[in-house]
């Protein structure tokens, strides 16, 4: 199983970045699918999830900004990212799991002020 994350890139504060993330090597669909992401010196920590169901669940720093989805027939999960802050500065990690977790390579995400 493999998670390959793109869309990531430079951009200025108050600007929008949509991520998305590619399963391969699998025929299951993942019971969850989500963001983390890390910044510099920083621990990693929880951007958003979404279930199979579509339902959502958001780190309170992004709650309003971004908005997480899912299209199970392609196996892919997306992040819109609006309203960019410098603090959101990070590598973005995807992740699906089922009875395991599988993760991303990451993505860099960098906000100028």
């Known amino acids: 199983v493999q998670l390959a994350e793109s869309g990531g890139g430079l951009v200025q504060a108050g600007g929008s970045l949509r991520l998305s993330c590619a399963a391969s090597g699998t025929y299951f669909i993942f019971d969850r699918m989500g963001w983390y992401r890390q910044a510099p010196g920083k621990q990693r920590e929880l951007v958003a999830t979404v279930s199979s169901g579509g339902s959502t669940n958001y780190a309170d720093s992004v709650k309003g900004r971004f908005t997480i989805s899912r299209d199970n027939a392609k196996n892919m999960a997306y992040l819109q990212m609006s309203n960019l802050k410098p603090e959101d500065t990070a590598v973005y990690y995807c992740?699906?799991?089922?009875?395991?977790?599988?993760w991303g390579q990451g993505t860099q995400v960098t906000v100028s002020s």
């Open positions: 992740f699906g799991a089922i009875s395991n977790w599988y």
